[in-house]
């Protein structure tokens, strides 16, 4: 029992260590930390759309920074946490945190998808994806090269 409350105290402090050095790393640990654990902020890699979006989600719901602040995380983000190079996400099999992460989607827009294909069966091409209904198409048409049918 002892050994996992050593572990649980020096779980933050470890996530806090394992961040890679730069500016912005100071104030994403002060900022990010009192609302969930520190990986959350940035086990999900994105492209600066992406990052952008989650900074904008994280200030609408109360993190309290000031503009600099902000700014610093979202290029230390960029930085140290890219979207990676990834083969196509085929739309018909993809599940929704594939469709979130690697198109950066909200997970809205991912559920979307997969209840229209759960309805009405594979997409056979964009233009099917198209109409799902309330599907932000702004949001896939950048990345539509990303996707496989």
Known sequence: ????????????????????????????????????????????????????????????????????????????????????ELPPVNVNKAKAIELESRLSLPRSQAALIIAHRDKHGPFRNLVELKKVPGLDWKRIEDKKDRLVF
Request: a positive charge; charged letters at 30%; aromatic letters at 6%.
């Open 1 to 84: 029992m002892r050994v996992w409350l050593v572990v649980l105290a020096a779980a933050p402090a470890m996530a806090q260590a394992s961040l890679p050095e730069g500016p912005g790393k100071e104030e994403l640990v002060r900022l990010c930390k009192g609302c969930h654990e520190l990986e959350r902020s940035y086990s999900v890699r994105r492209d600066r759309a992406g990052w952008e979006e989650t900074m904008a989600k994280m200030a609408a719901i109360g993190v309290k920074g000031k503009r600099g602040e902000m700014d610093a995380i979202l290029e230390y983000l960029v930085k140290h946490f890219p979207a990676d």
